[in-house]
Structure formats: structure tokens, C-alpha cells
């Protein structure tokens, strides 16, 4: 099944976004 390969990719840079997005909240909450 390649239809699954594409999503791994995907996955990858969704997970690398999300790790991204936490850090600027943790650093706000640090702020805060």
C-alpha cells in the first residue's frame, strides 16, 4: 500500500508543527 507512505511524510511535519506550537505556548506561559 503506498497510499501509506504519503501520510508518514505528513505525519512528520504535523508533529514537527505541533512540537513548534507547544514550545511558543510553554514560552508564553513562561511569560505569563
Known amino acids: 500500500m503506498s497510499h501509506r507512505?504519503?501520510?508518514t511524510a505528513n505525519e512528520?511535519?504535523?508533529q514537527k508543527a505541533r512540537c513548534r506550537y507547544?514550545?511558543?505556548a510553554i514560552k508564553k506561559?513562561?511569560?505569563f
Open 5 to 7: 507512505v504519503i501520510p
Open 12 to 14: 512528520h511535519s504535523w
Open 22 to 24: 507547544r514550545q511558543k
Open 29 to 31: 506561559a513562561v511569560t
